[in-house]
């Protein structure tokens, strides 16, 4: 998994499984997080995103957790499929004037 | 509609050169803001703006300047380019005031030598 602010680690996945990526967040006050895909030579772009008073939210085959408690945020996808390849990042909400930490990242590699 | 345009997509500045990295948006959205991107560190702010004639500081505002007079554009300018500054920088834009569901453009790779 990653942290806000750390390393970019690696999470190697078969073709079908499903992925979870980890996120620690830093901030207790924290009130919005999202998860972002980067594909190689691109912007990043959206996921999904969670409020604080949520611990949970589904999308098109993807699933955001929220652990408050231990400040953990983690991305699942269903099915991991070889477009699901990229760097996803997780961000959370620090301010009300909309500003966002990101973590570092984590490279997804699907393989068949 | 285009999205979030950012130009251009690659420069080569030496030491001391200063130069303006475009960003303009046609969704109307309010609240634009730039990062940059190097290796290990994700993205981190460098200025937002949560409206015409309003810009504040973000995590990393040193040596750059902004200014938002009109709600579709967002120009970035580097005064006096130095070798720190070599990074991919993302103008992003969003709906809410907020910052919530930030579109991002496609980044502009800049070395500074």
């Known amino acids: 998994g990653e942290s806000v602010g750390l390393h970019l680690p690696t999470l190697s996945v078969q073709e079908g499984d499903n992925s979870i990526i980890n996120c620690a967040y830093s901030?207790?006050?924290?009130?919005?997080f999202i998860w972002y895909k980067q594909e190689s030579g691109k912007g990043p772009q959206f996921i999904i995103d969670?409020?604080?008073?949520?611990d949970k939210r589904q999308g098109q085959r993807v699933t955001v957790l929220l652990n408050k408690t231990v400040k953990h945020l983690s991305l699942q996808i269903a099915a991991t499929q070889p477009g699901d390849s990229a760097v996803y990042f997780c961000?959370?909400?620090?301010?009300?004037?909309?500003?966002?930490?990101f973590g570092a990242g984590t490279q997804v590699v699907v393989t068949p | 509609n285009a999205g979030v345009t950012q130009t251009p997509k690659f420069q080569v500045l030496k030491t001391g050169q200063s130069m303006t990295l475009q960003c303009a948006q046609d969704m109307n959205h309010e609240y634009m803001s730039w990062y940059r991107q190097d290796p290990g560190m994700g993205l981190r702010l460098i200025h937002y703006s949560v409206g015409a004639g309003i810009t504040d500081q973000g995590e990393v505002p040193n040596g750059y300047n902004v200014s938002r007079s009109t709600t579709e554009d967002f120009p970035l300018r580097l005064l006096s380019a130095a070798p720190s500054q070599t990074s991919v920088y993302f103008c992003?834009?969003?709906?809410?005031?907020?910052?919530?569901?930030?579109?991002f453009g496609s980044g502009t790779q800049l070395s500074v030598l």
């Open positions: 969670i409020r604080s008073n949520m």
């Open positions: 961000a959370e909400r620090t301010d009300s004037w909309g500003k966002l930490q």
């Open positions: 901030n207790s006050a924290s009130d919005y």
């Open positions: 992003a834009s969003s709906r809410d005031q907020a910052g919530e569901k930030l579109f």
